[in-house]
C-alpha cells in the first residue's frame, strides 16, 4: 500500500472535518432536531448547498496547497540526501585515499629495490597485506550499509537463535579478549528468537563487541544481558572501560565519525561499525541508544521477537 504524503494526509483530514460537520447539519439541523426529517424551510436548503460549495471551494484550494507543500517537502528531502550522498562520496574517498596510498607506496618501493633484504622484502609485504584487509573491509561495511539503504526488501527474514550467535562472536573473540586481559560476562537467557536477518544479527554484536575489545580498554569486563518484553527482546551491552565524552555521544553512530581518528585507524577500524548497528536495529524494528558516564559505554536496543516459539 503506498504511504500517503504530508499534503494528503492534510487535506484528508480538513476534508473528513467539513464532511463530520456536512452529515450534522443534514441530521441535526445545526443540532435543533432529535431525529432525520426534511427540512422545513427553502432557506435550509440554500445553506446546505452553499455549505457544500464552500466545502468543494475550500477543498480544491486545499488539495493544491497540499500538492505544493508535498514538492516542497520532496524537493527539501532530495537535497539534503543529495547533500548527505556528497558527504558520503567523500569520506568513501577520504577512508579510501589512505589504504590505497599505503599499498601503493608499499608495492613500489619493492618493484624499484630490487636489492632490498629478503626481511625488507617481508616487512613490506605484510605491511601490503594489513592495508588491503583494512580495504576490504571498508569495502564490505559500505557494501553492507548499501544493502540496508537501497534493498532491504531483498534481506531474508528468518528465526534466528541470538543466544547461540552471541556464544559463537564470543568464542570468535577469545584471543582478542585474553591478549587484553579482559573478562566477558554474558547473562543471557537460553533461546532468544528474534526474526531477522543472521547476517546483519552477527554485525550487531560483533561491531559492538569489537567496539568494546579496541576501546574499553585493558583489563575491563564486558557484560551482556537481555530482558523479554511483550513484543521485543531488550538487550544491555555494557563495558567498564574508559567511555566517552556526553559532546562525542550524538555522533557515535554517523557514519566514519571518529572521537580518535589517528586511534581508530591504527586499530583497522572502518567508521562504519556503529552505524551497521543502528541502521541494522532499525531495519529490525528497533532502536538503539548510548551512554557513557566516563567509567564505561552502555549500548541500550530492543529487536523484535521470532512468531515462532
Known amino acids: 500500500m503506498k ?49 457544500i460549495a464552500v466545502m468543494l471551494l475550500l477543498g480544491v484550494l486545499l488539495y493544491h496547497y497540499a500538492r505544493r507543500m508535498d514538492e516542497r517537502i520532496s524537493r527539501e528531502q532530495a537535497e539534503k540526501e543529495n547533500a548527505m550522498r556528497r558527504q558520503l562520496t567523500q569520506n568513501i574517498a577520504h577512508e579510501l585515499k589512505t589504504p590505497v596510498a599505503s599499498i601503493l607506496g608499499y608495492t613500489d618501493t619493492i618493484l624499484d629495490n630490487p636489492g ?41 527474514m528468518e528465526r534466528v537463535d541470538v543466544s547461540a550467535l552471541v556464544a559463537d562472536i564470543i568464542e570468535e573473540t577469545t584471543l582478542a579478549v585474553g ?86 585507524r591504527s586499530l583497522g577500524g572502518t567508521g562504519l561499525g556503529l552505524a551497521i548497528v543502528k541502521n541494522a536495529v532499525q531495519l529490525h524494528g528497533g532502536h538503539i541508544t548510548a551512554t557513557s558516564n566516563n567509567t564505561g559505554l552502555c549500548f541500550n536496543f530492543t529487536l523484535k521477537k521470532s512468531a515462532e516459539r
Open 116 to 156: 632490498m633484504t629478503e626481511q625488507t622484502r617481508q616487512q613490506f609485504i605484510v605491511r601490503t597485506n594489513a592495508q588491503a584487509r583494512r580495504l576490504t573491509a571498508l569495502l564490505q561495511d559500505i557494501s553492507t550499509l548499501n544493502r540496508m539503504d537501497y534493498a532491504p526488501e531483498m534481506l531474508t
Open 3 to 51: 504511504k500517503l504524503t504530508e499534503g494528503k494526509k492534510m487535506w484528508m483530514s480538513v476534508m473528513g472535518v467539513f464532511l463530520a460537520y456536512a452529515l450534522i447539519f443534514i441530521l441535526f439541523e445545526d443540532y435543533d432536531r432529535q431525529f432525520l426529517q426534511a427540512f422545513d424551510e427553502v432557506s435550509d436548503w440554500h445553506l446546505l448547498i452553499f455549505s
Open 179 to 264: 591478549e587484553k586481559q579482559m573478562k566477558v560476562l554474558n547473562c543471557l537467557p537460553e533461546d532468544i528468537c528474534v526474526k531477522g536477518n543472521w547476517s546483519l544479527l552477527y554485525s550487531i554484536f560483533r561491531n559492538l563487541m569489537d567496539n568494546a575489545i579496541n576501546y574499553a580498554g585493558e583489563g575491563t569486563t564486558i557484560s551482556i544481558t537481555a530482558e523479554e518484553q511483550p513484543q521485543h527482546w531488550a538487550f544491555t551491552f555494557r563495558d567498564n572501560g574508559i567511555g566517552i565524552s556526553a559532546a562525542h555521544l550524538p555522533r557515535i553512530f554517523e557514519r566514519f565519525y571518529r572521537i580518535d581518528k589517528g586511534r581508530s
